[in-house]
């Protein structure tokens, strides 16, 4: 006779193992202990065999029997259960092995010696809290881009638009890094070009090139924090982002080459940057190794030498000189182009030193360098420039 849930549950120990039959080579076998299995016995190619299909109560009776039914229907089909299920266990390993999340944790774990610790960090807990969440179990050879475009939006709906685009590019090179390890066929954001809402430009409060000498002079003449004020004057001989200056770390400084080379993690575009140092950007630099040299970072906070400065430090440095939205430490960066193109110096090269150009991964490890001869003699008749007009500056008043 068929088991009812009451002879299951009422069923006691004994001395030994005792099994109670269901029908159709099912049965449940009562242990000792009082634990109770649900086995079945079942035949293939004349041999016997048996199947676990759970333990009570966490697999009630009605439950085994589907269980049961599930393996006889793999033996009306030629197959051994007990294979099926060393399969399908092994094919789960593989998916989990290959999942999105598995794949883009060996990728970040491939990058993070070369990437600063900060941007690391950053990249990882991107995919933490946006991505893996919806596709981190997914087979990332399954992924389509609907799926990946999802996501996306679910970023932009915070309004956090570039975080979208970084997320978005940084999950295509997981997936080119799941097609050249061969565990996808293909790098749907590829079709996602153009798909992400992109920020309207917003031009940066500058000054105008007649008004910048009096700016040299009150930077000259800064009464705040000395870091500060080689801040400033750096960031006015470099014109570089705002971020590339506070992330700027000693290891990236060569003063005998005159250069800067900043790694691609750090910049913009994410392709590497070399920022030729004038003699004028090698005089500062030389003041901040006195000040700053035992730290990592160039200009570190005075509090945690251990993080950089923040990112309001040029900011608020200017609204004390009295320039509240009239300049950002951005505004250097326009005041540049303007003269420099109005100077003639080829508007190529001033797009290169100002790492504008988007370029994809092929052309970045040529293109970081392009025109590099050019571009230090154009950074040296900018310090020059700025000195002169600094000196005239001085002696006019």
């Known amino acids: 006779m068929p088991l009812s849930d009451v002879a299951v549950r009422s069923a006691k120990p004994r001395e030994r193992p005792y099994k109670l039959a269901d029908g159709q080579g099912m049965y449940l076998e009562v242990m000792p202990n009082g634990s109770k299995y649900w086995r079945l016995k079942y035949r293939i190619d004349g041999k016997e065999k048996r199947a676990a299909l759970g333990v009570y109560p966490a697999v009630s009776l009605l439950a085994a029997r589907k269980a049961r039914d599930g393996i006889k229907e793999t033996l009306r089909d030629g197959l051994d259960p007990t294979h099926e299920k060393r399969r399908e266990k092994l094919e789960r390993s593989v998916a989990r092995a290959n999942s999105f999340e598995s794949v883009a944790r060996e990728w970040h774990a491939s990058k993070v010696e070369s990437w600063a610790e900060g941007y690391a960090a950053n990249v990882l807990k991107t995919f933490e809290q946006d991505v893996f969440p919806a596709l981190g179990a997914r087979p990332i050879k399954d992924i389509a881009a609907p799926e990946l475009l999802e996501v996306m939006r679910k970023i932009e709906s915070r309004g956090a638009l570039e975080m979208a685009r970084k997320a978005l590019q940084t999950s295509g090179q997981v997936f080119r890094y799941a097609v050249v390890t ?25 000054i105008s090139e007649a008004e910048l000498p009096e700016l040299l002079r009150k930077i000259e003449k800064y009464d705040g924090e000395p870091q500060t004020r080689l801040a400033l004057q750096f960031m006015a001989l470099t014109f570089v982002r705002t971020g590339e200056l506070r992330y700027a770390e000693w290891t990236e400084i060569n003063e005998d080459r005159g250069e800067w080379r900043i790694p691609a993690d750090k910049m913009k575009m994410e392709t590497p940057h070399i920022v030729p140092l004038s003699k004028q950007a090698i005089e500062v630099i030389r003041k901040l190794r006195e000040m700053n040299g035992r730290w990592q970072w160039v200009f570190p906070q005075q509090t945690n030498t251990k993080k950089p400065i923040s990112e309001n430090t040029i900011l608020f440095a200017l609204y004390r000189m009295g320039y509240h939205s009239r300049m950002t430490g951005h505004g250097f960066r326009g ?20 790492a504008h150009t988007e370029r994809d991964d092929v052309r970045a490890a040529y293109n970081h360098a392009q025109y590099l001869a050019e571009r230090r003699k154009m950074m040296q008749w900018w310090g020059d420039y700025l000195e002169g007009v600094s000196v005239a500056n001085v002696a006019a008043s």
């Open 182 to 206: 061969g565990r996808a066929d293909r790098d749907p954001s590829t079709d996602l070009k153009g798909a992400l809402k992109t920020r309207k430009v917003k031009h940066m409060a500058r």
């Open 335 to 354: 005041l540049a182009s303007t003269i420099l193109n109005e100077h003639g110096f080829n508007r190529d090269w001033i797009e290169l030193q100002l």
